[in-house]
């Protein structure tokens, strides 16, 4: 099946791939053959962007083949990029008619630092490790969950995600033992997190993570929503209405 990934969780990447449906035969990572793949690391032009990286994406194959689903990421990630991302691919769903999925940004990290471990040191090390996500919210913040692998393409999150400060994501780390990795752009924006160990996938989201991620659990029958997760108000707020007067 042919499918269109989209990332706005902080910069931008879309993803254009062929993959197989269903569970991966031997349990390894499901291999996807990429057939467009751009990313740009501006986080405040999303919706600039997002139209003519499209119209790249899905000029790219010659072989005339229908794109059969579309992948968004749904946070947890400032507002005005999570919204373009998803916007967009809302709107592709509609107009073709295909299914759109929601993927957590955070699940996704989790999915690439993982892998980058499994490529290190094995991958029954990396099925056994927990990782500690912190991504970059803006202002001192971070976005925070821990996770474990599910196979070779899935997540499990042990914790529901949050807003913390870098201070506490570092608490919450040693809390999770000597073992555990610490993975995310947040990790790399303040080092105090990760005090020391090494930084494993220093990004807000991954298109080509997603895909597989949804893949998986679409394959267990679970429904992938595309409502975002935002975690906290917009930076920018509508002023409330002015109260009338009281009669005097």
Same mark, same amino acid.
């Given at each position: 099946m042919r499918i269109l990934s989209i990332d706005s969780s902080l910069g931008t990447q879309l993803l254009l791939c062929d993959a197989e449906p269903g569970v991966s035969a031997d349990g390894a990572p499901r291999p996807l053959e990429v057939l467009s793949s751009q990313a740009l690391q501006d986080s405040r032009r999303h919706a600039e962007s997002l139209g003519p990286m499209l119209a790249t994406?899905? !000029?790219? $194959?010659? +072989?005339?083949? $229908?794109? +059969? !689903?579309?992948?968004? =990421? @749904?946070? $947890? =990630? $400032?507002? @005005?990029? /999570? &919204?373009?991302? /998803?916007? @967009?691919? &809302?709107?592709?769903? &509609?107009? &073709?008619?295909?299914? !759109?999925?929601?993927?957590?940004? /955070? +699940? !996704?990290?989790?999915r690439l630092a993982l892998d980058e471990l499994a490529a290190e040191r094995g991958r029954e090390v990396a099925d056994a490790v927990t990782v500690l996500v912190a991504t970059d919210a803006r202002r001192k913040e971070v976005y925070c969950a821990a996770y474990r692998a599910r196979g070779a393409d899935d997540v499990e999150a042990l914790s529901a995600p949050a807003v913390t400060t870098p201070l506490a994501a570092a608490e919450r780390l040693v809390g999770l033992g000597p073992d555990a990795v610490p993975a995310g752009s947040g990790c790399v924006l303040y080092p105090e997190i990760a005090d020391g160990r090494p930084v494993l996938a220093p990004a807000s989201g991954s298109a080509e993570a997603q895909v597989r991620i949804a893949l998986a659990r679409l394959a267990r029958g679970e429904e992938l929503a595309t409502e975002p997760l935002y975690l906290r108000l917009a930076d920018v707020q509508m002023p409330a209405g002015r109260k009338r007067a009281l009669a005097g």
């Open positions: 994406a899905l !000029a790219a $194959p010659s +072989d005339g083949a $229908p794109l +059969d !689903a579309v992948v968004a =990421a @749904t946070g $947890p =990630a $400032p507002f @005005t990029g /999570l &919204r373009a991302g /998803l916007v @967009t691919a &809302r709107a592709l769903s &509609r107009a &073709r008619s295909i299914p !759109a999925h929601g993927v957590p940004s /955070l +699940d !996704a990290v989790a």
